[in-house]
């Protein structure tokens, strides 16, 4: 017997026109299992184990089964610890976020080894970012720079133009641990003008270690009106080795440049140089009136550490000047803290040339707390230093403890001289309308 078939339309005429509710929830369960286009970021997902660790050039590490482009993710690790790698060159990533909230049992680390991540942030947003949330250690999240990596902040301005480039910053909320030939830097990719690095952060950054040389600055050779800043809310520490910030150059060129590096140690934020090791501030000049600046202001309530009571450590302001008529510029360290310069450390200008003209001032405010331990040195003879004490400045242990100067130097105290022990000795004549102890 042959039955007959029906075919019915399964949404009769009157229910064809869903109610908007039941077509959003049609809409929403689409969506699923559809990955999100690179707009909203791309993120480590560890190719099925988001807290796994991988190569960052294996695409199926990632939620669109590519390496990725554009915003970046390396969100946070649940379990255990998991280490992203660096393993070829990387480049078009305009935004960098590691994130991690998980407090215990986790670490979330980014690992850049001999090779270079540039990052090409667009206009208004940080470069890079590492956030951490309420309660994580931040020894348990951050980016590590070893070997002959980089970092490189770039530019989207092309090749060989000049225009103003949009500061690029490295928010670090976290660790930053940069060793061995290790950079971060800003390359603006041509002859540029008022280009910027900018570092904040309110973590841990580690520079440094044995035989190392280490740069935060500036790549390229014709960088202009460039600028280095570090802002620290946190803890800055060089822990050996040389760490350089801003632009290391040799004498020879004659390019027109202007630069300045500026370490802001803000309230209740420390920074230390350890024995043996040298932090040198780079500025640099080509020919005719171009300022250099160096400056390091260490702010009320934080502490600055140079060298150890028996390890002498060089905090160094350098530049290079080109041909022509030079102007001085600024190189000035001011406490309103406490400054802590121990074990025969040194606090110096030191030029690249025979010209003399710059001066090296160094300021103890009022609110600031300085002493000069053992043999320590502010200043050489080589270089004027203009040396001022609204503050109190101790003389600590054995030995003679200097302040010195090429001539036309100045010397001044308002404040308080108070020599413990040894001797503190001048080489220019001191003006004194304060008190010595």
């Not at 399964?10 to 229910?15: D, G, H, N, V, W």
């Not at 930053?176 to 030939?181: K, R, T």
């Not at 200043?379 to 004490?389: I, P, V």
């Amino acid at each position: 017997m042959n039955l007959p078939i029906y075919l019915m339309n399964p949404f009769p005429a009157e229910s064809r026109i869903l109610p908007r509710s039941i077509a959003l929830g049609f809409v929403a369960i689409a969506l699923v299992g559809i990955s999100l286009p690179s707009a909203f970021g791309q993120t480590w997902d560890g190719n099925g184990d988001a807290n796994a660790s991988g190569n960052w050039a294996t695409g199926v590490n990632w939620s669109t089964n590519a390496v990725p482009t554009g915003v970046t993710n390396l969100n946070n690790v649940t379990s255990g610890d998991r280490t992203v790698t660096i393993d070829s060159a990387v480049s078009n990533i305009t935004q960098l976020n590691l994130t991690q909230t998980t407090t215990t049992d986790a670490s979330n680390f980014l690992s850049i080894i001999d090779n270079n991540l540039s990052v090409v942030a667009t206009s208004g947003n940080n470069a890079v970012a590492v956030t951490l949330g309420a309660g994580v250690p931040v020894a348990n999240a951050g980016v590590n720079i070893s070997g002959s990596g980089s970092l490189t902040l770039a530019s989207i301005v092309a090749s060989n133009s000049v225009a103003t480039a949009q500061p690029n910053t490295f928010v670090n909320g976290g660790t930053l641990a940069i060793s061995g030939n290790g950079s971060l830097l800003r390359d603006f990719g041509g002859t540029s003008t008022n280009a910027a690095l900018n570092l904040n952060n309110s973590g841990v950054v580690t520079l440094g270690g044995t035989g190392a040389n280490v740069l935060i600055g500036y790549a390229g050779l014709d960088e202009r009106n460039h600028s280095t800043t570090i802002n620290n809310t946190g803890t800055f520490q060089v822990v050996g080795g040389t760490a350089n910030l801003g632009q290391v150059e040799v004498v020879g060129s004659a390019v027109n440049r202007r630069g300045t590096v500026t370490f802001n140690n803000e309230a209740n934020a420390s920074a230390s140089i350890a024995g043996g090791a040298t932090l040198t501030m780079w500025t640099r000049s080509g020919a005719n009136n171009n300022a250099r600046n160096g400056i390091v202001d260490n702010k009320e309530d934080a502490s600055f550490t140079i060298g150890a009571e028996a390890q002498a450590a060089t905090l160094s302001y350098r530049f290079h000047y080109g041909s022509g008529t030079q102007i001085a510029g600024t190189q000035r360290f001011t406490n309103a803290g406490t400054l802590n310069i121990n074990g025969g450390s040194v606090i110096e200008l030191s030029n690249l040339s025979s010209i003399v003209q710059n001066t090296f001032t160094f300021q103890n405010t009022a609110t600031g707390t300085t002493t000069l331990h053992g043999t320590s040195r502010i200043g050489n003879t080589d270089r004027r230093t203009a040396f001022t004490n609204d503050g109190i400045f101790n003389k600590t242990g054995a030995g003679i403890a200097t302040v010195q100067s090429a001539a036309l130097g100045t010397a001044a105290n308002s404040g308080t001289l108070h020599v413990q022990a040894g001797t503190l000795a001048f080489s220019t004549a001191l003006t004194n309308s304060g008190n010595i102890r």
